[in-house]
C-alpha cells in the first residue's frame, strides 16, 4: 500500500478514464440564476454548477471495474446472479442473516420505520440525519439525538466526535426503554460533521442496549470511512485490514440501513439488513409492495453489480488514505484561507462554522444559507446548508435555532483532483474576506416536511 512509502505526496490512486467537461459562468449570470431559483441550490441546473459540492451522495466516479460490472447485470426478475453477486459482497462485510435490497438508503429506513415506530415510540441516534428523522417521525415517533458533548462543538478536538453519550442513552432507557424499539448508530455521524464513532463507543452502546433488551443498528452510509478513523485514531487498532474493521462493527449491531450511494461507491442502490427474522418477513412484505421483489428491491440487476463490485473497491486502503486525506487537504485549506472549520475534519466532507464565520447574521436569518448563495455566487460552487434551515422547523410547524448552522462541502467520491480542490480553497478565501459584506435570508415559500430541499429566500 502506498503509506508503506514514504513520500509526502499522497496521489488520488487512479488514473482517469473518461472525462465529463465542466462549464465556467460568470458572477453576472450565477447572481441572476440563484435569483431565479429563490435563492436554493437544489433548484439551480447542475449545468450551471462548475463544482457541484452539494453532496457525496450518489456523485462519485465508477470504477472500470464497477463498468464492467454494469454490463454483466442480469435483468432477471427473481433470483438473478447479479443479485447473488451483491449478497455476498453485502455479506462479506456484514455478515447479517438478512438483507433487503432497497432503491436507495431513505427507502430502507421508510421500510424499517414503517414496521418498528408509531405513535409514542421513540428512536435513539447519535444524529438522525435529515431523512432518518423525517422517517422515524413520519410514522408518528419521536426522532432523540443523543451525540456527546464534544460533537455539538465545532472547535472541540475529540477523536470520535460521533460518538454516542452512553449515559444519557442509558438514563433515557432507565425511563423509556419500553417505547424504544431499536437504537441507531450512524457512521460516520453526517449532521454532526462526517464525525466517525469509536469500537470502544459501539461496544458500550451494545452493552447498554442488551441491559434494556433493545435491539442496536447502524445506519452505516460511510461505513469504511469510519473503519478508516478507527484504524488510524482508536488504540490498538493500527495495522489492521479495515474489511476485517467493518465486520466487528457489524457484529456489534442486529442490523442495518445502507445507502449504497456512498460507501458503496454507487450511483444508486441500498439495503436494510438484520439478523431477526420476523423483523424481516415483515420488512420483505413492505418491500414488495413499495420497492419491488426481494432479490432486486428497487434496483436494476446492473446497479447490484455495480454495488457488488464499489464494495469490495471502498475497504482498499490506498483508496481510504486518499479520501481521508484529501477531505482534510481542503479542511487545512479553508483553515487558512479563514473560514472556521468543524474539527477534526471528518471522511466525506468539511463542514464550515457559518455562525461563526457570520456573527452578524441571527440563526432565524440563516447564516448558512448566506454562506452557500455567496460560495455560489463567488466561485460557481455548490454547498448544502446543515442548520436551521434543514433542523429549524418543528413537527408543531415552529421554529427554532438548530444547534450549529454548518455549511457542507461534501466530496464525491474519486471525481474531482486537487487542482479543483485548490480553486475551492481559492474562492474560500474570497468568501472570507468579504463576510462582514453577507446579509440574512427569509424564507418566502416552505413544503411542510424537509423544506431546505424546495424552500424559496429572499434576503432578510
Ligand atoms: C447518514 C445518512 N443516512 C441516510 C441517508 C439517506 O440515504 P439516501 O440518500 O440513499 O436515501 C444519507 C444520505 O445522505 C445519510 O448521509
Known amino acids: ?53 452539494l453532496t457525496d451522495s450518489g456523485t ?39 438483507v433487503i435490497p432497497t432503491h436507495q438508503g431513505r427507502a430502507a429506513e421508510k421500510i424499517l420505520f414503517t414496521v418498528i415506530g408509531g405513535p409514542g415510540k421513540v428512536v435513539p441516534n447519535n444524529t438522525h440525519f435529515d431523512t432518518t428523522r423525517a422517517n422515524v417521525e413520519a410514522t408518528g415517533a419521536e426522532a432523540l439525538d443523543l451525540v456527546i458533548a464534544e ?68 445506519d452505516a452510509c460511510r461505513f ?5 478513523f478507527i484504524r488510524e485514531r482508536e488504540e490498538g487498532q493500527q495495522g ?16 442495518m440501513t445502507m445507502s449504497a450511494k456512498k460507501d458503496g461507491l454507487a450511483n444508486i442502490g441500498g439495503w436494510l439488513a438484520m439478523n431477526d427474522d420476523d423483523l424481516a418477513e415483515q420488512c420483505r412484505t413492505l418491500l414488495i409492495r413499495t420497492e419491488g421483489f426481494p432479490t432486486y428491491g428497487g434496483l436494476a440487476g446492473r446497479d447490484l453489480e455495480a454495488v457488488a463490485q464499489g464494495l469490495r473497491e471502498v475497504v482498499d486502503h490506498d483508496y481510504l ?23 477534526p475534519i471528518g471522511g466525506h466532507a468539511v463542514y464550515i462554522d457559518a455562525r461563526g464565520l457570520l456573527p452578524h447574521i441571527a440563526p432565524l ?15 460557481g460552487i455548490r454547498a448544502c446548508e446543515i442548520g436551521t434551515v434543514m433542523f429549524g422547523r418543528q413537527p408543531d410547524g415552529s421554529e427554532r435555532p438548530a444547534a450549529l448552522d454548518l455549511v457542507r462541502l461534501a466530496i464525491p467520491r474519486r471525481t474531482y483532483t486537487q487542482s479543483h480542490i485548490d480553486y475551492v480553497i481559492e474562492v474560500c478565501e474570497r468568501v472570507s474576506s468579504k463576510s462582514a459584506e453577507l446579509g440574512g435570508y427569509r424564507i418566502v415559500d416552505e413544503p411542510p416536511s424537509l423544506r431546505h430541499f424546495t424552500a424559496k429566500f429572499a434576503p432578510a
Not at 467537461?21 to 437544489?42: A, H, K, L, Y
Not at 469504511?224 to 478508516?228: G, I
Not at 486525506?325 to 472556521?340: D, Q
Request: net charge negative.
Open 60 to 98: 462519485g466516479a465508477m470504477s472500470r471495474d464497477q463498468w464492467a460490472g454494469i454490463q454483466r447485470g442480469d435483468e432477471s426478475y427473481a433470483g438473478s446472479p447479479s443479485w447473488y453477486r451483491f449478497l455476498e459482497s453485502v455479506q462479506e462485510l456484514f455478515p447479517f442473516k438478512h
Open 321 to 343: 488514505q486518499y479520501r481521508i486525506r484529501s477531505t482534510a487537504y481542503l479542511g487545512e485549506g479553508l483553515v487558512n484561507a479563514g473560514m472556521p472549520v468543524v474539527q
Open 224 to 228: 469504511a470511512e469510519n473503519a478508516w
Open 151 to 218: 460533537g455539538l462543538d465545532p472547535a472541540a478536538l475529540h477523536p470520535f466526535k460521533g460518538n454516542m453519550d452512553v449515559e444519557r442513552l442509558e438514563a433515557f432507557l432507565q425511563e423509556r426503554s419500553g417505547d424504544v424499539p431499536a437504537v441507531m448508530m450512524t457512521v460516520t455521524n453526517n449532521s454532526g460533521g462526517g464525525q466517525p464513532v469509536s469500537l470502544a463507543n459501539l461496544r458500550a452502546t451494545r452493552e447498554v442496549c442488551d441491559r434494556f433488551g433493545v435491539p442496536l443498528f447502524l
Open 240 to 255: 489492521r485490514e479495515v474489511a476485517d474493521i467493518v465486520r466487528e462493527m457489524a457484529s456489534l449491531t442486529d442490523g
Open 1 to 53: 500500500m502506498m503509506g508503506s512509502v514514504s513520500f509526502r505526496t499522497i496521489i488520488e490512486p487512479f488514473r482517469i478514464h473518461s472525462v465529463e467537461p465542466v462549464r465556467m459562468t460568470s458572477q453576472e449570470d450565477r447572481e441572476r440564476m440563484i435569483r431565479d431559483v429563490g435563492f436554493n441550490v437544489f433548484g439551480l441546473r447542475s449545468d450551471d454548477v462548475l463544482f457541484d459540492l
Open 365 to 379: 436569518q440563516y447564516p448558512g444559507q448566506s454562506l452557500v448563495v455567496s460560495l455560489y455566487e463567488t466561485g
